[in-house]
C-alpha cells in the first residue's frame, strides 16, 4: 500500500451526490452513464456498475463520489468524477451515507 500524506489527502473532494437518472451505455456490457445531483450543479458519471445494479435501484440512491477528479472520456462519454465502491466477489458495492443527506454535502 502507498501512503500519502495529509495535504495530499486534503485534495481529494469527496461530495454526496444523488442519483437522478441512469443508462446503459451502447456497446458495452458492464458501464453505465449516471447523472447526479450535487446540489448547485448536475454532473455525468460513467462508471462500470451496469452487471451489479439494475437501472431502476439506482433512482434516487444517494451514492459517495471524488468531485475533484479531471474529466476522463470513457466510450466517447465524458466521465466528470467517480463514485466510490468497494470491491466484493459479486462486484462493486456502492458506498452511501447511512441516512439521506444534502446532494452536494463534503465528506469530512
Do not use: C, H
Not at 72 to 82: A, I, K, T
Amino acid at each position: 500500500m502507498d501512503l500519502i500524506n495529509y495535504d495530499e489527502f486534503k485534495k481529494v473532494e469527496l461530495r454526496v451526490a444523488k442519483i437522478l437518472e441512469a443508462e446503459k451505455v451502447e456497446g458495452s456490457e458492464k458501464l453505465l452513464k449516471i447523472k447526479l445531483s450535487l446540489g448547485t450543479e448536475e454532473r455525468q458519471i460513467v462508471s462500470g456498475i451496469a452487471k451489479t445494479y439494475d437501472l431502476a435501484s439506482l433512482i434516487g440512491r444517494e451514492i459517495i463520489i471524488v468531485a475533484n477528479l479531471e474529466p476522463r472520456s470513457l466510450m466517447g462519454l465524458e466521465s466528470q468524477g467517480m463514485l466510490l465502491a468497494a470491491d466484493s466477489p459479486d462486484g462493486p458495492v456502492l458506498l452511501q451515507p447511512d441516512k439521506e443527506v444534502e446532494p452536494g454535502s463534503t465528506i469530512k
